[in-house]
């Protein structure tokens, strides 16, 4: 079966120092990953997702940025944290359209950004 | 632009009083209807998924039905551990992304 995880669970970052979420899939090839935030009172916003090794989208503008540096790995990063970037972030995995398009989340990463 | 609007915000029930949760959603080309549990500080867990319009799934004490234009989440004789955030999601036209709506937080008195 597949399985995702996501770490670290929780972290306490400075304002200006980097970031990095990383999340990995088990189970399934050439998932469809993506990284979403969660804030209170504002639903679930994708951030990025990607389609394939080195395919990124980004769906804001904002002071992230995604990397997938093998087919089962996603990474979320920044080089200067702001207070804005404070929340909870989940990474998450789908097996695409012939999968039914269902998306499967990781159980996330309290971000607070001091 | 796809959206999802769920209501009510929030909702109390006593334990065994059934209720329902709705979500109205506007889309291109519905490809699927998503509803997913949320409890606090984890990641939503998924439910179920519905494709087209009369179509209905049910899990334990959980039953999701679908129209044109809006779903509903039936709760029947919830109990306590029920209680949760609920996500409606939509996936629509071309691609395979999902919007979310904000999510029915659901109390459960014993």
């Known amino acids: 079966s597949q399985t995702i995880h996501q770490w670290p669970a929780t972290l306490v970052q400075p304002v200006g120092s980097p970031l990095s979420l990383e999340c990995t899939v088990e189970?399934?090839?050439?998932?469809?990953l993506y990284w979403y935030r969660q804030a209170a009172g504002r639903g679930l916003q994708l951030l990025f997702y990607s389609v394939g090794i080195g395919q990124i989208s980004s769906e804001v503008p904002q002071n992230l940025s995604a990397s997938r540096p093998q087919d089962r790995q996603f990474i979320l990063s920044s080089k200067k944290l702001l207070l804005s970037d404070s929340g909870f972030y989940l990474c998450?995995?789908?097996?695409?359209?012939?999968?039914?398009?269902?998306?499967?989340f990781g159980e996330g990463s309290w971000l607070t950004v001091v | 632009e796809d959206q999802v609007t769920q209501s009510p915000e929030a909702l109390r029930l006593q334990e065994g009083e059934s209720s329902s949760l709705n979500c109205s959603y506007t889309v291109s080309g519905l490809r699927g209807l998503f509803w997913y549990r949320q409890d606090p500080g984890k990641g939503p867990e998924f439910l179920f998924t519905l494709y087209s319009a009369g179509e209905e799934k049910e899990k334990e004490r959980l039953k999701a039905t679908l129209t044109k234009k809006e779903s509903f989440l039936h709760i029947t004789a919830p109990k306590p551990e029920d209680s949760a955030t609920y996500l409606c999601a939509v996936s629509g036209g071309a691609n395979s992304k999902l919007t979310f709506g904000k999510g029915i937080t659901l109390s459960v008195r014993p």
């Open positions: 189970g399934t090839s050439n998932p469809n």
């Open positions: 998450a995995w789908s097996g695409g359209q012939l999968s039914g398009n269902t998306i499967y």
